[in-house]
């Protein structure tokens, strides 16, 4: 796949179950419809679950 924007050859990576296009020369990212969405809801859940464990206080036994 090329970039739309300079033709450069476009990286697929996968975020949490997302695929993200990335080009190789401009750098810019390429999401499908939903898929910002998917990514912000899931790095939201992300982090809540730190703010969770961090604010757990650790019990020593």
Do not use: P
């Given at each position: 796949m090329q970039c739309p924007k300079c033709r450069a050859p476009m990286h697929t990576y996968n975020r949490n179950g997302v695929q993200?296009?990335?080009?190789?020369g401009c750098r810019g990212?390429?999401?499908?419809?939903?898929?910002?969405e998917s990514l912000t809801?899931?790095?939201a859940q992300w982090s809540q679950l730190s703010l969770i464990n961090i604010s757990e206080p650790t019990r020593l036994a």
């Open positions: 993200i296009e990335q080009c190789s990212i390429f999401l499908d419809y939903g898929e910002l809801r899931l790095e």
